[in-house]
C-alpha cells in the first residue's frame, strides 16, 4: 500500500522515534560586503581547494554501527547499517536484534523513500533541498550524510570562499557563500595549515543556521580517514549521531538498492 507522504510522514515520524531511524553563533549574513587582502583571497582559495579535493576517491561506502536520533537532552539509539554511492544515493536501514530490518530509509537522488516493515507500508516524496527535515528535524538531504560519512564536507563548488577569523579560533575560518541560494557554509580547519576540517555549519540566506556538523573521531579505512562518530545537531536541539563500528570504501554497489519497494 502506497501512501501521500506529506499527509502521511508526521505518523512516519512517530513510528521511527518510537522504533527505529533515521550554539548558533554570530555570522555574516549572506550578501554582507566582507573585505579581503590579496593574501586572504589566496588562502580562502586555497582551503576551498582543499575542502573539495578531500577523499574524492570515495565513490562508495558501507558501514554498520549506532543511529542515535532526537533531542540533544533525549536521544533514541538503534543498531543500523548504511551503504550510499556517490553523488547523491543513500539507504539506512535501522535493525532489529535478529539482524533484520525494522524500517528502510532510502533515496535515489530523485525519490525519498520510507518503509515500514512492521505495518508493510511505503512512503515516497521528491528530493528536495531539506529532504530529511520532516524524518530527523534538520534540513538537510541524504546527499549531505553521505559526504560525510564519506569524510567530506558537503560544499558545493560554485561557492565564494572569503576568510574569516572569529575570536577564540586558532585556525582561520572560511565562509563559503553562494550567491544562487543566497546560502552559506562556515567551515573549521583542525590547524592553520588547513588540510583537514572538523567542522562545518550551514546557514541560510537569512543566516539563520540550518544545520552543524562535527567530526568527532575519525578513524583510517583501506587508505583513507573517515568518520567515527559524526554529530550533527541544529540550533532548536535535534540531532543525529551515528558511530560506526565497521566501514567498507568502495565496495560494489547496485543502483537498485537505493528504490524501496513493498515486499512480495
Not at 529532504?131 to 563548488?157: E, N
Not at 575560518?173 to 567551515?187: F, H, N, P, Q
Amino acid at each position: 500500500m502506497r501512501g501521500s507522504l506529506p499527509r502521511l510522514f508526521p505518523a512516519a515520524c512517530c513510528l521511527i522515534t518510537a522504533c527505529c531511524f533515521l550554539c548558533h553563533c554570530g555570522v555574516r549574513r549572506p550578501g554582507d560586503v566582507i573585505s579581503q587582502t590579496t593574501e586572504q583571497a589566496e588562502e580562502a582559495a586555497r582551503l576551498q581547494q582543499a575542502i573539495l579535493d578531500t577523499n574524492t576517491q570515495v565513490k562508495t561506502i558501507k558501514g554498520i554501527g549506532f543511529v542515535k536520533i532526537g533531542r540533544v537532552n533525549q536521544l533514541n539509539r538503534f543498531r543500523a547499517a548504511w551503504i550510499g554511492s556517490r553523488p547523491d544515493k543513500f539507504r539506512l536501514e535501522i535493525l532489529l536484534t535478529t539482524g533484520q530490518p525494522s524500517v528502510s530509509f532510502a533515496s535515489d537522488g530523485k525519490r525519498n523513500y520510507l518503509l515500514s516493515y512492521a505495518d508493510n507500508r511505503l512512503y515516497r516524496r521528491k528530493a528536495s533541498e531539506n529532504g530529511l527535515k520532516r524524518l530527523v528535524s534538520i534540513a538537510m538531504t541524504p546527499k549531505d550524510i553521505l559526504d560525510l560519512l564519506s569524510g567530506r564536507l558537503p560544499v558545493r563548488p560554485e561557492s565564494r570562499a572569503m576568510i574569516e577569523e572569529p575570536s577564540g579560533v586558532g585556525a582561520p575560518v572560511i565562509m563559503l557563500e553562494t550567491s544562487k541560494r543566497g546560502a552559506s557554509d562556515r567551515i573549521y580547519p583542525v590547524t592553520a595549515a588547513g588540510k583537514t576540517f572538523f567542522k562545518m555549519e550551514r546557514y541560510d540566506r537569512k543566516g539563520r543556521l540550518k544545520f552543524r556538523a562535527v567530526f568527532e573521531k575519525m578513524r583510517e579505512a583501506d587508505g583513507v580517514r573517515i568518520p567515527e562518530t559524526l554529530t550533527i545537531t541544529n540550533e532548536n536541539g535535534a540531532m543525529i549521531q551515528i558511530d560506526i563500528d565497521r566501514c567498507w570504501v568502495n565496495p560494489d554497489v547496485s543502483d537498485d538498492r537505493f528504490v524501496l519497494r513493498l515486499p512480495e
